[in-house]
DNA sequence: TTGGTCATGCGTACACCGTACACTAATGAG
DNA sequence: CTCATTAGTGTACGGTGTACGCATGACCAA
């Protein structure tokens, strides 16, 4: 289809040269189209991008898919490391998934805890698990999730915002406040 | 000066137009002048917009000095909350001074402990007597730092992106995570 | 006063952007 | 074969950042 060969183009454009140079003009060129025949296929460029998001949280769900950890909280520490790799390794891709505006069709309905996000929801399986095992203290999970959520997303932000003097800076702090953060939850007294 | 001028006006259709609607002639017309009468304060837009990050992170500075607690676990949760509020009531300039990105020249050295930004300084100095007082464990001040400020600009950011409901929402996740994380630095056994 | 230097601002022009509009070429059903 | 639907194109418009060269005026030395 017409539809996939565009976004091919569009996700390799964006590989190339990041959101900044993704334009209707290089991606059609790349798909071998003029510029006016993404339209046929896309509202505007608005929907492209929300396409290339689609995308970016795919690759993501597979990521979190693919970890194979046995025990819960191992399994949250290599989500963890497993994040940090995607926002260093695939920084666009990375982006597109998280920082991208979800269009307001695709939001998360106020019972975001659901999981509405299949990643969310596995990682909130996870959370219950180490409570019920005893390795994590009864706090409410959607809670824990979505912490674990902003963490991740705000060491990212202030990485892309270049507020670390250095990559390896920036993994040292992202690496320790992940540890400290899961260490928090153990029940009172195991701490440290 | 000319200059200052130039920055009024970029603050004045910052403001009212956001950084999609920011451009060199609307500014240049805000401020009474030619479009390329700009170019001589001002290098070239990038330049600009970094003055407008300096505005907002002084908007921010000045926030954060004028927090009154004085017990420096309360102060900490005011600063929280102040970024909270910052966030929300002047999203544009809140944008400018955390995710703008910095230049080259100003970014944090791998040191960044050290408190190039008076806030943290600030916060880092709370924290330090909150570790005195025995109200916190003895957990790297830095660390607890910066895991405070990626955690407010996590938030941020998933709001911005939306990916959240709501604002209620939003608030009221941004409120748990923060009141668990200054939980979480309390010595061992005194959790909730 | 004259002349020169320098800072300031302006007008024009260019390349690039997203996309509205009107068009043609291809496809497939009856 | 006819005709409606779809896919793709070319042109054009209003927007963007900004390079370039010129005009203006303030200042100061001769």
Known sequence: MTKDRILSAAKAVLESAGFEGLTIRKVAQRAGLSPMALYR?????????????????????AIVGGIRAR????????LSEAYLDFALAQPHKFDAAFFLPAPAARR????????RSPAIALAMAR?????????????????I????????????????????????????????AQHQFLDSLKP?????
């Open 127 to 143: 959370i219950d698990q180490a409570k019920a095992d005893g390795q994590f203290r009864d706090e409410p999970t959607l809670g």
């Open 71 to 78: 025990d819960p909280v191992k399994w949250l520490e290599a």
């Open 188 to 192: 009172s007294g195991k701490s440290k």
């Open 108 to 115: 998360f309905p106020d019972d975001f805890a659901a999981g």
């Open 41 to 61: 296929h896309f509202k505007n460029k608005d929907e492209l991008l929300n396409a290339l998001m689609q995308d970016g949280i795919s690759a993501w769900e």
């Open 145 to 176: 999730a979505v912490a674990l959520a902003a963490y991740g997303q705000g060491f990212v932000s202030m990485h892309r915002a270049k507020r670390f003097g250095s990559d390896k800076q920036f993994k040292a702090l992202y690496r320790a």
